[in-house]
């Protein structure tokens, strides 16, 4: 099966099926991310890491267990295993997604407050805001600035009355920064 198939079979099951304690299940939220990021003109790349950044979620990718205490680090298992097809330009932003969260919280007023439930809760697991010698580091990081636009699309892909297209929409792209298949 061709890496863009497997990804579709995933949306179209467990992700349909899949809530993260936000409004919207797992696809939704990861088709609204990709649907943010083509609507603000991003390159193709940074859309598909907004469409894939949360595969780490799925039960074949991560090591989610169903325990809300434990960081399953989603983030790191996702661009892992999204490296055997696409390039880091993809999966890097992938990995940094959280990393971009706590970042934002330290340096943009207000971005705390803006945050879900959900994503409040998982923010302590993850280690809470970055120290202001950490967010320097973060900056210096190469795919910082990807990240941090892969997590504003995130914060605001979880809108119930949000329709985005079908995975289809985004599958000739993807298949365009396939690195093997
Ligand atoms: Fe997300």
């Given at each position: 099966m061709s890496p863009i198939d497997h990804l579709?079979?995933?949306?179209?099951?467990?992700?349909?099926?899949?809530?993260?304690?936000?409004?919207v299940?797992?696809?939704?939220?990861?088709l609204q991310a990709?649907?943010?990021a083509e609507r603000s003109g991003a390159p193709d790349h940074l859309a598909a890491a907004a469409l894939l950044h949360d595969v780490g979620h799925f039960a074949e990718v991560g090591r989610r267990r169903g325990d809300e205490h434990v960081d399953?680090?989603?983030?790191?298992a996702g661009a892992d295993w999204l490296a055997q097809w696409f390039p880091l330009a993809v999966t890097e932003p992938v990995r940094?997604?959280?990393?971009?969260?706590?970042y934002l919280c330290t340096v943009e007023p207000g971005y705390f407050a803006r945050l879900s439930p959900a994503s409040?809760?998982?923010?302590?697991?993850q280690g809470g805001v970055l120290t202001d010698p950490e967010a320097r580091a973060f900056e210096q990081l190469a795919h910082a600035q990807s990240a941090i636009a892969v997590r504003r699309w995130d914060e605001a892909a979880k809108d119930p009355l949000l329709a985005p297209p079908p995975?289809?929409?985004?599958?000739?792209a993807l298949r365009r920064l396939l690195t093997s298949s």
């Open positions: 579709a079979g995933l949306f179209a099951g467990e992700g349909v099926r899949s809530y993260l304690g936000e409004d299940s797992l696809a939704t939220h990861m990709a649907m943010l399953y680090q989603h983030e790191a940094l997604h959280v990393m971009a969260k706590r409040v809760h998982t923010l302590a697991l995975f289809e929409h985004f599958a000739d």
